[in-house]
C-alpha cells in the first residue's frame, strides 16, 4: 500500500487507520509558537458514517486507500439491493441500500453511476452535481396563486420529496442538486 505524509493530507482523501477507511472531511496545519506542529483532521468513517476528529504530528506516514473508480449501469432493485452492471466486464453485483446511502435518492433505472470501490467493497458513490428526475406526486398549481418564492411538496420517481415552485407539474422532468437535495429549475 502506498503511504502519504501528513503534510500532504487533502479534503476527499481517503485513509486506512486502523483496518478502517477514513475519508478526510477537513484538516489543518497548526504550527505552535512552542513545541512541533502537527496536523489537526476530522475524519470520517466509510463504513459507518461516524466522524471523528484525530491529531497527527506533523511528516507522520499514514497508509492511502486505493479508492477505484467503476462506471457501471445500475439494473434494478431486487429488494435487497441495488444490481448494477460493470460497463466493461458486464459482470453484476448487488449493493447494499445502507451502502449507496442518500444516492439511492438520485439514481434510477438505466441510469450510469460511478461506484468506488476499495479491492471487490463498494464503498460509496460518486454522483454527478445534478440529475434530471420526473415528478410522480405533487399537488396542481392553482390560478393566481402565485406568491413570489412560494413551495410546495413534490414528490419524485425515486420517492425523494423536494420543494419545488407552484408552477411545476405532476409529470414533469426538473433538476435537482444531489449535494443539497433541493430543486435547481426545469429540465
Same mark, same amino acid.
Given at each position: 500500500?502506498?503511504?502519504?505524509?501528513?503534510?500532504?493530507?487533502?479534503?476527499?482523501?481517503?485513509?486506512?487507520?486502523?483496518?478502517?477507511?477514513?475519508?478526510?472531511?477537513?484538516?489543518?496545519?497548526?504550527?505552535?509558537?512552542?513545541?512541533?506542529?502537527?496536523?489537526?483532521?476530522?475524519?470520517?468513517?466509510?463504513?459507518?458514517?461516524?466522524?471523528?476528529?484525530?491529531?497527527?504530528?506533523?511528516?507522520?506516514?499514514?497508509?492511502?486507500?486505493?479508492?477505484?473508480?467503476?462506471?457501471?449501469?445500475?439494473?434494478?432493485?431486487?429488494?435487497?439491493?441495488?444490481?448494477?452492471?460493470?460497463?466493461?466486464?458486464?459482470?453484476?453485483?448487488?449493493?447494499?441500500?445502507?451502502?449507496?446511502?442518500?444516492?439511492?435518492?438520485?439514481?434510477?433505472?438505466?441510469?450510469?453511476?460511478?461506484?468506488?470501490?476499495? @479491492?471487490?467493497? %463498494?464503498? *460509496?458513490?460518486?454522483? #454527478? !452535481?445534478?440529475? $434530471?428526475?420526473?415528478?410522480?406526486?405533487?399537488? =396542481?398549481?392553482?390560478? @393566481?396563486?402565485? %406568491?413570489? *418564492?412560494?413551495?410546495? #411538496? !413534490?414528490?419524485? $420517481?425515486?420517492?425523494?420529496?423536494?420543494?419545488? =415552485?407552484?408552477?411545476?407539474?405532476?409529470?414533469?422532468?426538473?433538476?435537482?442538486?444531489?449535494?443539497?437535495?433541493?430543486?435547481?429549475?426545469?429540465?
Amino acid at each position: 500500500m502506498a503511504t502519504v505524509s501528513t503534510n500532504d493530507l487533502k479534503n476527499g482523501m481517503t485513509l486506512v487507520l486502523d483496518n478502517n477507511l477514513m475519508h478526510v472531511v477537513e484538516f489543518q496545519h497548526v504550527k505552535p509558537g512552542k513545541g512541533h506542529a502537527f496536523v489537526r483532521s476530522k475524519l470520517k468513517n466509510v463504513r459507518s458514517g461516524a466522524v471523528v476528529e484525530k491529531t497527527f504530528r506533523a511528516g507522520e506516514s499514514v497508509e492511502r486507500a486505493n479508492i477505484d473508480k467503476r462506471e457501471m449501469q445500475y439494473l434494478y432493485d431486487d429488494g435487497d439491493g441495488y444490481v448494477f452492471m460493470d460497463n466493461e466486464s458486464y459482470d453484476q453485483m448487488s449493493v447494499q441500500r445502507a451502502t449507496l446511502g442518500d444516492a439511492a435518492n438520485y439514481i434510477i433505472e438505466g441510469s450510469a453511476a460511478v461506484l468506488l470501490m476499495y @479491492g471487490t467493497e %463498494v464503498v *460509496g458513490t460518486d454522483l #454527478p !452535481a445534478s440529475v $434530471e428526475l420526473t415528478i410522480a406526486e405533487t399537488e =396542481p398549481g392553482i390560478q @393566481g396563486d402565485r %406568491v413570489s *418564492g412560494a413551495t410546495k #411538496p !413534490a414528490t419524485l $420517481e425515486t420517492g425523494l420529496v423536494v420543494q419545488v =415552485p407552484l408552477f411545476v407539474e405532476q409529470g414533469q422532468l426538473i433538476k435537482v442538486d444531489t449535494r443539497t437535495g433541493s430543486y435547481i429549475s426545469r429540465a
